[in-house]
């Protein structure tokens, strides 16, 4: 579309309503309709929306007084529904991931974690029969977890610490993250580097 170019003014003629008391109190009605009419809609969302939260509040109530056992299964829907898919799913990522990365990582994942567990009781053990003042305190039993369970413990971690080595390469630029630092994550002096 072209614009055409528009001719000037050359004057301008100026046009007055002028309302009487009577035209100016119906234009009052006009506006203050209008006004209501504007915050009656926005009003009618509000009662819709709290009719809504107070049947839901309602239904709740009157739920939880004639079935209680519905309410309990109802509140712990959730946590089953996620235990059962992690129960499902878990399998299946871990041989995934398994399959996918160099070595078994979530196996050795579970084998530290497993060391871990038993470095716990071993501290455990010796701090109930070890120490003098504790009402457990057995000298025998002390002497066996000192020499033989600790000996028998650290054996296995170093068998452990060893695989770990020899299976992950960590000098090999096609790793996106440490399978070590994956295995050995939160683990504490399971790991021989926080040692």
Not at 58 to 72: D, E, S, V
């Given at each position: 579309m072209?614009?055409?170019?528009?001719?000037?003014?050359?004057?301008?003629?100026?046009?007055?309503?002028?309302?009487?008391?009577?035209?100016?109190?119906?234009?009052?009605?006009?506006?203050?309709?209008?006004?209501?009419?504007?915050?009656?809609?926005?009003?009618?969302?509000?009662?819709?929306?709290?009719?809504?939260?107070?049947?839901?509040?309602?239904?709740?109530?009157?739920?939880?007084?004639?079935?209680?056992?519905?309410?309990?299964?109802?509140?712990?829907?959730?946590?089953?529904?996620?235990?059962?898919?992690?129960?499902?799913?878990?399998?299946?990522l871990?041989?995934?991931?398994?399959?996918?990365?160099?070595?078994?990582?979530?196996?050795?994942?579970?084998?530290?974690?497993?060391?871990?567990?038993?470095?716990?009781?071993?501290?455990?053990?010796?701090?109930?029969?070890?120490?003098?003042?504790?009402?457990?305190?057995?000298?025998?039993?002390?002497?066996?977890?000192?020499?033989?369970t600790?000996?028998?413990?650290?054996?296995?971690l170093?068998?452990?610490?060893?695989?770990?080595?020899?299976?992950?390469?960590?000098?090999?630029?096609?790793?996106?993250?440490?399978?070590k630092?994956f295995?050995?994550?939160?683990?504490?002096?399971?790991?021989?580097?926080?040692?």
């Amino acid at each position: 579309m072209i614009a055409m170019p528009r001719k000037a003014t050359d004057k301008v003629i100026e046009h007055r309503i002028t309302l009487g008391d009577l035209e100016r109190a119906e234009l009052k009605k006009v506006v203050t309709a209008e006004t209501v009419k504007d915050y009656g809609t926005a009003l009618q969302g509000v009662g819709t929306v709290a009719l809504g939260i107070g049947g839901l509040i309602g239904g709740t109530a009157l739920t939880m007084y004639l079935a209680p056992q519905l309410w309990g299964l109802l509140k712990d829907l959730p946590k089953t529904v996620f235990d059962n898919l992690v129960e499902v799913a878990e399998p299946v990522l871990d041989d995934a991931v398994d399959w996918a990365a160099k070595g078994s990582p979530i196996e050795h994942r579970r084998m530290a974690q497993e060391l871990a567990r038993r470095r716990g009781e071993l501290d455990n053990n010796i701090t109930y029969f070890c120490t003098a003042s504790s009402v457990g305190y057995n000298a025998d039993v002390c002497t066996k977890l000192n020499t033989q369970t600790k000996r028998e413990y650290f054996d296995d971690l170093k068998v452990f610490n060893d695989m770990v080595d020899a299976t992950y390469n960590e000098t090999s630029t096609t790793h996106l993250f440490s399978m070590k630092a994956f295995i050995y994550q939160g683990l504490g002096d399971i790991n021989p580097n926080n040692r």
